[in-house]
């Protein structure tokens, strides 16, 4: 029965380093060639220290979790988050449909943005100061709105 905490003979007995030190391997008690002083008076070979990488490689490995097991997880975080979203989705269409129902009856007039007003003022003929004024919007403003709606006007 083989011991797999020792390394393989074939690199045991290579590496004819002579070593000036009379350390030993204090797992396989290997001699010869690059014994590394480990803390708490441990000395290991490469050979061992090649093994224990390897199973602290596998052990890492095989304690990953599962692709299934990490989409578990993530669906288990993210389901509230949801049916919270499906929630505000479903108030939001209702205020909507409630809006747009409003609109209709004329109960509710329809909302223009302030650019889109300035640009029915501006075509109605009325002048940059009388719109800035109506609207809140400085002078600056009401010229850009202004130089946009000629630009538009001379494109069609």
Known sequence: ????????????????????????????GYKKGII????????ICL???GLAIGKLQNAVYSHRPTNTNMHTAIDDAVRPLTERIAALELEMSALRQAMDGRQRAG???????????????????????????????????????????KKRRSRS
């Open 1 to 28: 029965m083989p011991n797999d905490t020792r390394p393989p003979l074939n690199v045991r007995t290579k590496g004819f380093v002579n070593s000036t030190h009379n350390y030993q391997c204090t797992i396989c």
């Open 36 to 43: 590394v002083q480990l803390p708490y008076d441990h000395r």
């Open 47 to 49: 050979g061992c220290m």
């Open 107 to 149: 109960v509710l007039p329809y909302t223009k943005t302030k650019t889109e007003a300035a640009r029915e003022m501006l075509m109605a003929g009325r002048s940059n100061k009388e719109v800035g004024t109506a609207l809140g919007l400085e002078p600056a403003q009401v010229k850009l709105i202004k130089y946009r709606l």
